[in-house]
């Protein structure tokens, strides 16, 4: 029986070049595993969009010299246009700028008002005495007093996750004016009142226990056992949603109040722009045939597994998520990557040099599920060099190339009868189930392994039956091995598909012949005696197989490595 999916990935900031640390952590998960249901023939929508409000923006934008719709608007394109490159396929990229995101927002805040989950407050805040600004969220950075990282934001740590309490950081600055003068005064703002519904929210989280990821549950569990903090949604800027209250004149919604509703708005202005008769709640927020999964860093657990389910909850607006695969950090040589400071991978620069298929597949294979991974250039280089390119790449050239020499006019349909009495094929089947079993528990590492052990297994068949030497001595029993491995390679390429797009169809490019749509779901799925409708009327390369994985220069790697120890030399 078929499902319908609705995966979205953490909205990414738009206030800068992108580094890997969030194409590996929130980007390319959900890709993989949104082409994955889709493949097995499920209906899926896949939604993200960029964050477009909150101080640190503000702050670029005035620095750059722009306005801050400009610099948010610059950044968005920046975005989605590397993403695209990158193979990664939304069903749709959205804006929280837009005037659509702020008709969505409005009537959350309204209900949750009226039924009193927001309430206003004094609260305190800080206030530099030098530039005379009060200093909300990221205006002003510290120590975290939780885990003593020397560079929390005034909103959440990016080292613990741990959502700051602004007046509480040791030995705050001023972000406007670098000032360490700084008083703390009586402001009066909005607040979610999260720990009215702690035991609502108790009951349902503890139904998440058994299936949510062991990396998330205990940092849940802590934050929410004993009770849940009321969190202030307001601030006193000049960008954002404008607080829907006429007492609260000046005042902006929180950037992380709004962006999760912008999964929902982006769903809902996705399905006016593609004319669709479904509606946006009713068929997929609200629908209890959609499963919810949302994909991040361990940096945004709070805000979707605490705020929005709560806010879910109380309004009635969406479902609550089902599934939180949250992912830990991805690092660079065994440092946090920092464009300040240089310690970036260039993601831009990256794919010039290297190729998609490459970047992807080591992204992927790097996806820090349970704990935090390290981008390691050397490392990098090797597995693709010596997985992608000499096990697939070299293996499926090798095939397919053998195939069109020695018998150019192509390969009819009865020789390829033995295959499917074969064991290869059985075993095959047998890896691909498992495969498919992984990657619905979102277990993507695993997964990618899984099918390189496929691979594998293709290339030793291959490399033993070793059709060159058959041919001298039997050609039928070459032609036999080729018509085998041609299937084989044909398996592997449709199993590609959600993890190397790019590479699968280039691959699958190379038949004359092409795989419908209804064939390559039962291929996915484990079902190879559904190649006999592709071959039944025989086998035939429509072009000649070209090289599917460059190998990688290590003088190139070497190179990477050096800028690296020189900027880490100078930063000692």
């Not at 953490?10 to 952590?25: E, K, Q, R, S, V």
């Not at 009770?227 to 949604?233: G, H, M, Q, Y």
């Not at 979707?304 to 599934?323: E, K, Q, R, Y």
């Not at 490399?463 to 070459?478: G, L, R, S, Y």
Request: charge should be negative; proline fraction near 4%; aromatic fraction near 12%.
């Amino acid at each position: 029986m078929t499902k319908k999916y609705l995966i979205t990935s953490a909205l990414p900031y738009a206030n800068g070049p992108l580094h890997f640390g969030h194409m590996a952590g929130a980007i390319l998960p959900a890709d993989v595993y949104n082409r994955h249901r889709k493949m097995q023939g499920h209906e899926t929508l896949y939604i993200c969009g960029s964050d477009e409000h909150g101080v640190a923006i503000m702050l670029s934008a005035q620095k750059a010299g722009m306005s801050y719709q400009e610099w948010v608007d610059k950044w968005h394109k920046y975005q989605k246009d590397l993403f695209a490159s990158y193979g990664v396929e939304f069903n749709f990229y959205g804006q929280t700028s837009s005037e659509y995101h702020k008709e969505e927002v409005i009537p959350w805040f309204n209900d949750l008002y009226e039924k009193g989950a927001i309430e206003p407050r004094a609260s305190k805040q800080h206030k530099c005495q030098d530039c005379s600004n009060y200093l909300p969220d990221r205006f002003v950075e510290g120590t975290c007093y939780v885990c003593k990282y020397e560079h929390a934001r005034g909103d959440e740590c990016p080292d613990c996750g741990t959502w700051i309490e602004a007046v509480k950081l040791i030995d705050p600055v001023c972000k406007i004016c670098d000032s360490k003068n700084l008083s703390i005064e009586e402001v009066t703002q909005y607040y979610l009142k999260l720990s009215k519904y702690h035991t609502e929210y108790r009951k349902w989280f503890e139904t998440k226990k058994g299936s949510w990821r062991k990396t998330v549950v205990p940092f849940v569990d802590a934050l929410s056992k004993e009770e849940l903090v009321d969190r202030a949604i307001t601030r006193d800027l000049d960008w954002g949603i404008d607080v829907p209250l006429a007492e609260a004149k000046g005042k902006k919604l929180y950037v992380w109040f709004d962006a999760p509703i912008g999964y929902v708005s982006n769903t809902k202005e996705y399905f006016k722009q593609i004319n669709s008769t479904e509606h946006y709640l009713d068929d997929w927020w609200k629908s209890d045939d959609v499963v919810i999964s949302h994909f991040l860093g361990k940096d945004n657990i709070i805000f979707h597994a605490i705020t929005f389910p709560t806010m879910c909850m109380v309004t009635g607006f969406a479902n609550l998520v089902d599934d939180l695969p949250a992912n830990q950090f991805l690092n660079l040589q065994g440092r946090q990557f920092s464009k300040s400071q240089g310690w970036y991978v260039d993601a831009e620069e990256a794919l010039t040099e290297f190729g998609v298929d490459a970047l992807r597949y080591y992204l992927i294979g790097l996806i820090p599920e349970n704990q935090d991974t390290n981008f390691i250039w050397k490392q990098f280089a090797t597995k693709v060099n010596n997985e992608l390119a000499n096990n697939v790449g070299n293996m499926v050239n090798r095939c397919l190339k053998f195939g069109e020499k020695k018998w150019p006019s192509g390969i009819e349909a009865d020789r390829f009868s033995p295959f499917f009495a074969s064991d290869i094929k059985r075993e095959i089947e047998s890896e691909i189930k498992e495969l498919n079993a992984l990657l619905d528990k979102i277990q993507i590492k695993k997964a990618l392994e899984k099918l390189m052990h496929i691979g594998s297994m293709i290339n030793i068949y291959f490399t033993e039956k070793a059709p060159w030497a058959q041919f001298k001595a039997n050609p039928d029993q070459a032609l036999e091995t080729i018509a085998s491995s041609t299937l084989l390679v044909t398996t592997l390429a449709v199993l590609f598909k959600p993890f190397l797009p790019n590479m699968s169809s280039r691959i699958l490019g190379f038949f004359e012949a092409e795989l419908d749509a209804e064939t390559e779901r039962k291929v996915y799925l484990g079902d190879l005696d559904a190649l006999r409708v592709f071959i039944k009327g025989g086998f035939k390369l429509g072009k000649p197989p070209e090289v599917l994985v460059p190998k990688i220069d290590m003088d190139v790697i070497a190179e990477k490595e050096s800028a690296l120890e020189a900027l880490s030399s100078n930063n000692q």
